[in-house]
């Protein structure tokens, strides 16, 4: 009974969690995840202390990143005694929620995952549980695309005050910078599966939920993102580049029908919202050509201006940082010099760069623990798909798990952590060791 209620919370992290979303709530996608997690970490706490006899219900082993980890989990803990706001530290922002629990609580998922899967099998089906997920988020993605073109509205839209309604698709995200983010993490995951699948028909679709995600990740156009899959599909194919001819050909193929649906869906925006027939082309070229303007606009300047003008604020509490989800309070003066540079009325909570952002919050030594965890856990996974004893499908499955970490880390210089993603992240982390071990 315990053990099964430990597999159902463990699906549920992986796989239920990116689904969740209430419309009805002004911050729909942040607080139902954040609250959901807390809860299930806390339930499955429980059963692992529950004793049974002759039952282990976790496997104990050395984890290479538990004193980085234990570091971070430090860090955010003297971040939040010593905020400039420590009862915002402790609640968390009511927008992005990241507080001192949050934080934990991602710290928690990487044992929780590590320790708590038995077998490869579960852990290959927690993956598989996740790129189901993700594919019904892509396909809620793709149809909420539809519905901005032809209604000017999505149809989660509908419950929210006009405006806190947003012109691109976030589907359960809440942000199409956030979707991009989360999708850049999994997507290597569907070629791994395609590129192993035991016949055509699995292939086919692991191949049909790939196009879906490539295709939603460039309807969020969402620059970073692009920037991060093409990484991401980059490393992959370097790290599978001796798998055969075969495997080449089914990526080919994911490739080139997810580029024909991409110009299909282009297509038929451009049809249901009446605007000429290169509209949706000439919008990816223009946010590619604006992303490169150092000086106006909404692209590398601004993000340039604010990680220049960031920099002495987080100088002035190096060590620990201003505190969990303080950057509002902490980047005013940024907020107005910003404003007067660029003649815009957003307001900053985040540098837009997630390093900066936990050395804000959590410090330098936040900072140098999170690359930490990173750098020992991608190179764990490195020096594992190199190792000539590994299982092919295990060896795959890493090589998609490097591919969305090498990628999201690169989308990361341009954006933040948000809880919608984060928990995925840090779950996957652990799901990796298990792997491994």
């Known amino acids: 009974m315990i053990a099964s209620t430990i597999k159902i919370i463990l699906f549920f992290l992986a796989a239920g969690l990116p689904l969740l979303i209430n419309p009805f709530a002004v911050n729909s996608v942040e607080l139902i995840k954040r609250q959901s997690a807390y809860a299930l970490v806390c339930l499955l706490a429980v059963c692992v202390l529950v004793p049974a006899p002759g039952k282990k219900h976790v496997r104990r082993y050395a984890l290479p990143i538990a004193v980085p980890l234990f570091i971070f989990a430090l860090s955010a803990c003297i971040a939040t005694a010593f905020s400039i706001n420590p009862a915002f530290s402790l609640r968390g922002d009511f927008a ?53 073109q032809a209604f000017g509205i999505s149809p989660l839209q509908h419950f929210r005050p006009p405006e806190l309604r947003q012109p691109f698709i976030s589907a359960t995200m809440g942000n199409a910078n956030f979707l991009g983010r989360f999708l850049v993490l999994v997507l290597p ?21 790939g196009v879906l995600a490539c295709t939603t990740l460039v309807l969020t156009y969402s620059r970073a993102s692009m920037v991060g899959l093409a990484v991401g599909g980059l490393v992959f194919l370097a790290l599978t580049r001796a798998s055969g001819p075969a495997v080449r050909q089914r990526l080919i193929l994911l490739l080139g029908t997810g580029c024909v649906l991409i110009i299909a869906l282009g297509l038929i925006s451009n049809m249901l919202s009446g605007a000429g027939s290169q509209a949706f082309f000439s919008t990816i070229a223009s946010r ?142 652990g799901i990796g060791y298990a792997l491994q071990s």
């Open 96 to 148: 992005r929620g990241e507080s001192f629990f949050t934080l934990i609580t991602y710290v928690l998922l990487c044992p929780v995952f590590a320790f708590c899967i038995q077998t490869f099998k579960q852990a290959r089906d927690l993956i598989r549980a996740l790129c189901i997920a993700a594919a019904c988020i892509a396909l809620y993605g793709i149809i909420e695309f539809l519905c901005l």
């Open 189 to 209: 995951f569907f070629a791994a599966g395609a590129a192993t699948a035991a016949g055509a028909r699995r292939a086919l679709l692991w191949a049909g939920g």
């Open 288 to 429: 590619a050509i604006s992303a490169l303007d150092v000086r106006q606009g909404d692209g590398l300047g601004t993000r340039l201006f604010t990680w220049q003008h960031s920099i002495p604020v987080i100088l002035e509490r190096p060590w620990f940082g201003h505190g969990p989800d303080t950057g509002f309070d902490a980047l005013i003066q940024v907020n107005f010099e910003k404003s007067a540079r660029f003649n815009t009325i957003a307001i900053l909570d985040r540098i837009h760069n997630n390093y900066l952002d936990i050395a804000l919050t959590q410090g330098l030594i936040g900072l140098a623990s999170y690359l930490a965890v990173l750098f020992l856990f991608m190179r764990g996974l490195l020096k594992t798909i190199r190792a000539p004893d590994v299982h092919p499908e295990v060896r795959m499955l890493l090589c998609g798990l490097f591919s969305g970490f090498a990628g999201c880390l690169v989308n990361d210089v341009f954006t933040f952590s948000t809880v919608s993603v984060s928990m995925t992240f840090w779950s996957l982390i």
